[in-house]
């Protein structure tokens, strides 16, 4: 009904729109696990269907990885971790990447996207500046990542649960750190490297807050 001091306020009970809908209501109730399922499932049918959008033009997308040290090797530093030399080397980095990037969105969509985020730049931005002569691209920067992110984040954070996750992280893939220095030829070590270091890098990055809280709690006691 309208009123003098509102003359185009109007209201029809008949067309409101509930201010929460159902279906909005289901999605925000989804527990974690299906969430963090559903993200890292669907980024990685993405980067299978990439893969055959790669073999149907002949292989012409890997040119998009990055090639250090060159204005158009930057564009890779965006592109190049979901690029992959092959489906050998897309299908070696398939279950590192569900089973880590599962575990790093579980403690939330939101800080799981920004850890991915800050290992994406820093490790990208490392291999430009110092990675060899070649065409840098794979996933297996956000897997380095990611596990050193798993690992790391409840030293920096204190939390007891998160450091026992990381051990069994450690104790299950820590044998693939020996990734981050050079070895096999035709492997980029140099994106391994940067990628750990944008893990460890995540993890101090997204505890400032658990930090924050614990010294004021010791400052108000």
């Given at each position: 009904?309208?009123?003098p001091?509102?003359?185009?306020?109007?209201?029809?009970?008949?067309?409101?729109?509930p201010?929460?809908?159902?279906?909005?209501?289901?999605?925000?109730?989804?527990?974690?696990?299906?969430?963090?399922?559903?993200?890292?499932?669907?980024?990685?049918?993405?980067?299978?269907?990439?893969?055959?959008?790669?073999?149907?033009?002949?292989?012409?997308?890997?040119?998009?990885?990055?090639?250090?040290?060159?204005?158009?090797?930057?564009?890779?530093?965006?592109?190049?971790?979901?690029?992959?030399?092959?489906?050998?080397?897309?299908?070696?980095?398939?279950?590192?990447?569900?089973?880590?990037?599962?575990?790093?969105?579980?403690?939330?969509?939101?800080?799981?996207?920004?850890?991915?985020?800050?290992?994406?730049?820093?490790?990208?931005?490392?291999?430009?500046?110092?990675?060899?002569?070649?065409?840098?691209?794979?996933?297996?920067?956000?897997?380095?990542?990611?596990?050193?992110?798993?690992i790391?984040?409840?030293?920096?954070?204190?939390?007891?649960?998160?450091?026992?996750?990381?051990?069994?992280?450690?104790?299950?893939?820590?044998?693939?750190?020996?990734?981050?220095?050079?070895?096999?030829?035709?492997?980029?070590?140099?994106?391994?490297?940067?990628?750990?270091?944008?893990?460890?890098?995540?993890?101090?990055?997204?505890?400032?807050?658990?930090?924050?809280?614990?010294?004021?709690?010791?400052?108000?006691?």
């Amino acid at each position: 009904m309208s009123t003098p001091g509102d003359p185009f306020k109007y209201t029809n009970p008949a067309l409101s729109v509930p201010s929460n809908p159902p279906a909005t209501r289901q999605a925000a109730e989804r527990p974690m696990w299906q969430q963090a399922a559903a993200v890292i499932g669907g980024f990685v049918v993405g980067l299978y269907v990439l893969e055959f959008i790669d073999m149907l033009v002949k292989g012409s997308l890997d040119n998009g990885g990055i090639q250090p040290r060159t204005v158009d090797g930057l564009w890779g530093i965006v592109f190049a971790p979901v690029l992959h030399g092959g489906w050998a080397h897309l299908v070696a980095n398939t279950i590192p990447l569900l089973v880590l990037g599962f575990l790093v969105m579980l403690s939330g969509i939101g800080r799981g996207l920004a850890a991915t985020g800050i290992i994406w730049v820093i490790g990208g931005v490392g291999v430009w500046l110092f990675g060899s002569v070649n065409n840098h691209l794979g996933a297996s920067v956000l897997v380095f990542g990611w596990l050193t992110y798993l690992i790391t984040r409840g030293i920096f954070a204190r939390h007891f649960g998160q450091m026992a996750l990381g051990l069994v992280v450690l104790v299950i893939y820590g044998g693939a750190l020996w990734g981050v220095l050079p070895g096999q030829p035709g492997i980029s070590w140099e994106g391994h490297l940067f990628g750990a270091i944008g893990g460890v890098v995540a993890a101090w990055v997204l505890a400032s807050d658990v930090r924050k809280a614990r010294e004021a709690k010791a400052l108000n006691r």
